[in-house]
């Protein structure tokens, strides 16, 4: 069975072809700058990168282009082997908290929470939009990121703000990542035999987020009403004192949104480094004695090991704590550092083991009273195999 996993941005479309059950990526690619000038789509298929400069005027255009490339690069030979596209939905509210079978319905009911993720969640649509016009006859299945979220209790879902708030606005967290939370604690449970393991989940990318999960159930997250919230990450702040807005909104002469974008969009890694978001970039700099770099990680390491510590004792003690994502699957720098400022949980890495990148592995050391792991993760196979389950059902 092939599906397509998609990911549907405001300008961009990312997708894989995968095989299922077997899982191979058959092939790939990235569509960019989607109404804009310069647009442009690269298709990754057996070894070969083909790229192509074209106008694409809008999401409908770039999903035409790829329909008829599987075609002309001989990677389908009919629209028909298609079984089922699965497309990544970022937020799902309250409401949709399983992956389900898109109509326009559907869809219409989705939109009522795109002002909760105003910069992905229109986009997703319009991508699920365009493919269902393509195939009309194909299933198309939405994956939410906030759904494997859906288990928080109260407790840890609600803010301490006026209740109203929430019934009269959903101010809650929702959490984020969790398609990638979900695949790896899979992966980790399936690896060890077991389905009631206490898991610290660490997806450490550009964007960062920790997970709490008992028992396959999420008990608590470290994003939440939006993405900004928690760990310091590439260029978001992660929690920070509200009272910060109003306070550089009138330094500045800067909007509310004009604040917000600054914690999104200049803080973190880069905010603090003055140097890149990109955590290969900060490690040169490292390398090279620059002491802003320095303290940028070593506030990043810092607070991804606060929320573990905080994690640990709100499973009554983590049966494994993991790493994933681009940083926590390629850095053995920030891995090193954040187990280091984990010591009093009597966690300890075996640096040889460390140094993997990429690979699920075991790297922490003999005498750990954690078992430290590194998970690759895969979003889109996690997307694809949630819509296997929905075409064997056709
Ligand atoms: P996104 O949130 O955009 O999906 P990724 O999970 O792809 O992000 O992670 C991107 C981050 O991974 C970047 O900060 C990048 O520097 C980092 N990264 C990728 N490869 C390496 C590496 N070899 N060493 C250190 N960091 C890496």
């Known amino acids: 069975?092939?599906?397509?996993?998609?990911?549907?941005?405001?300008?961009?479309?990312?997708?894989?072809?995968?095989?299922?059950?077997?899982?191979?990526?058959?092939?790939?690619?990235?569509?960019?700058?989607?109404?804009?000038?310069?647009?442009?789509?690269?298709?990754?298929?057996?070894?070969?990168?083909?790229?192509?400069?074209?106008?694409?005027?809008?999401?409908?255009?770039?999903?035409?282009?790829?329909?008829?490339?599987?075609?002309?690069?001989?990677?389908?030979?009919?629209?028909?082997?298609?079984?089922?596209?699965?497309?990544?939905?970022?937020h799902g509210g309250d409401e949709f908290v399983d992956s389900l079978v898109l109509t326009e319905e559907v869809i219409e009911g989705i939109s009522k929470y795109n002002e909760l993720g105003p910069l992905h969640n229109p986009a997703n649509l319009m991508g699920a939009k365009a493919f269902m016009k393509a195939l009309p006859n194909v299933v198309q299945v939405g994956v939410f990121d906030t759904a494997f979220h859906a288990t928080m209790k109260e407790s840890e879902f609600l803010y301490p703000v006026p209740y109203e708030?929430?019934?009269?606005?959903?101010?809650?967290?929702?959490?984020f990542h969790g398609t990638s939370h979900r695949f790896v604690n899979l992966d980790i449970s399936e690896h060890l035999g077991r389905n009631d393991l206490k898991v610290i989940?660490?997806?450490?990318?550009?964007?960062?987020?920790?997970?709490?999960?008992?028992?396959?159930?999420?008990?608590d997250t470290t994003m939440g009403f939006t993405p900004l919230a928690g760990v310091m990450m590439g260029t978001r702040s992660g929690d920070i004192d509200p009272s910060i807005i109003p306070f550089i909104m009138k330094k500045e002469g800067k909007t509310a949104d004009e604040i917000i974008n600054d914690l999104n969009k200049k803080s973190g890694l880069l905010g603090v480094s003055g140097i890149s978001s990109d955590s290969r970039d900060i490690e040169a700099a490292i390398e090279a004695n620059?002491?802003?770099?320095?303290?940028?990680?070593?506030?990043?390491?810092?607070?991804?090991?606060?929320?573990?510590?905080?994690?640990?004792?709100?499973?009554?003690?983590?049966?494994?704590?993991?790493?994933?994502?681009?940083?926590?699957?390629?850095?053995?720098?920030?891995?090193?550092?954040?187990?280091?400022?984990?010591?009093?949980?009597?966690?300890?890495?075996?640096?040889e083991k460390n140094q993997i990148r990429a690979e699920f592995a075991l790297i922490s050391g003999e005498d750990s009273k954690i078992p430290v792991y590194i998970v690759p993760t895969n979003e889109e196979l996690m997307i694809a195999l949630d819509t296997m389950e929905f075409v064997s059902k056709d």
């Open 1 to 90: 069975m092939k599906i397509l996993a998609v990911n549907a941005g405001s300008s961009s479309l990312k997708f894989t072809l995968i095989e299922l059950p077997s899982k191979e990526v058959i092939a790939s690619g990235l569509f960019e700058k989607i109404g804009l000038a310069g647009s442009y789509y690269t298709i990754k298929y057996n070894g070969e990168k083909y790229v192509r400069e074209v106008e694409l005027t809008d999401h409908g255009v770039a999903v035409k282009h790829l329909m008829d490339e599987l075609i002309s690069l001989h990677i389908i030979s009919s629209l028909e082997e298609i079984d089922g596209v699965g497309h990544r939905i970022l």
């Open 290 to 351: 620059n002491e802003k770099a320095i303290l940028a990680q070593d506030i990043y390491a810092q607070k991804i090991a606060n929320y573990i510590a905080m994690y640990n004792n709100l499973l009554g003690g983590a049966d494994v704590i993991l790493f994933t994502a681009g940083i926590g699957e390629r850095s053995p720098m920030t891995r090193r550092q954040v187990i280091e400022k984990i010591k009093s949980l009597g966690v300890t890495l075996d640096e």
């Open 201 to 219: 989940s660490c997806h450490i990318g550009n964007g960062a987020s920790l997970a709490a999960i008992d028992s396959g159930k999420v008990v």
């Open 165 to 175: 708030w929430y019934e009269k606005y959903g101010i809650r967290k929702y959490g």
